[in-house]
T-cell receptor, first 110, second 113 residues
């Protein structure tokens, strides 16, 4: 039981490039989330999903897209990367009031 | 919508001294309340949580927190701090009828010898 896994751990992007952050959970949770963490700001919700095929925007969705084709996977897509997207990204899943977080992806956009 | 305020950005405490981190939340109904700890470069570790029942909650690493509905607070305490407690601490609130977790901005704890 690996919990929530994220890849990659680190990535450097150039402005305008695109990439996908991968997130997988093996707990059969319906609810999954993407957060970004910036210094002094805590974690902000980007997108979330309440089940396969259903996604919705969080607080800071601009510049990102998600999809949820299976219960296990919840990838986050960055199109046209910008320096403002430099952050640490956490994926999470939840069930019955318990949240489980992945180890994070540190992304730098230069 | 729920929100969380952690009034203290940074706290410095001597090893062996007590620690209290403040957390105030805004939510209309009974919230789920959490404290997480994050060491530098690491992910989030759950310290403790409150759903209902006893308002004094015990967690891991010797931490406890008290839910005070009248003050909309969920402060975290530890009687005697160890150098390994130096980290960033986040309070979070979740809704009973919603599934999104909202975080405070965090409090950085420095432990001096």
């Amino acid at each position: 039981n690996a919990g929530v896994t994220q890849t990659p751990k680190f990535r450097i992007l150039k402005i305008g490039q695109s990439m996908t952050l991968q997130c997988t959970q093996d707990m059969n949770h319906n609810y999954m989330y993407w957060y970004r963490q910036d210094p002094g700001m805590g974690l902000k919700l980007i997108y979330y999903s309440v089940g396969a095929g259903i996604t919705d925007k969080g607080e800071v969705p601009n510049g990102y897209n998600v999809s949820r084709s299976t219960t296990e996977d919840f990838p986050l897509r960055l199109e046209l990367a910008a320096p403002s997207q430099t952050s640490v990204y956490f994926c999470a899943s939840s069930s019955a009031g318990f949240w489980f977080f992945g180890p994070g992806t540190r992304l730098t956009v230069l | 919508a729920q929100s969380v305020t952690q009034p203290d950005i940074h706290i410095t405490v001597s090893e062996g001294a007590s620690l209290e981190l403040r957390c105030n939340y805004s939510y209309g109904a009974t919230p789920y309340l959490f404290w997480y700890v994050q060491s530098p470069g690491q992910g989030l570790q759950l310290l403790l949580k409150y759903f209902s029942g006893d308002t004094l909650v015990q967690g891991i690493k010797g931490f406890e927190a008290e839910f005070k509905r009248s003050q909309s607070s969920f402060n975290l305490r530890k009687p005697s701090v160890h150098w390994s407690d130096a980290a960033e601490y986040f309070c979070a609130v979740g809704a009973v009828d919603d599934y999104k977790l909202s975080f405070g901005a965090g409090t950085t704890v420095t432990v001096r010898a």
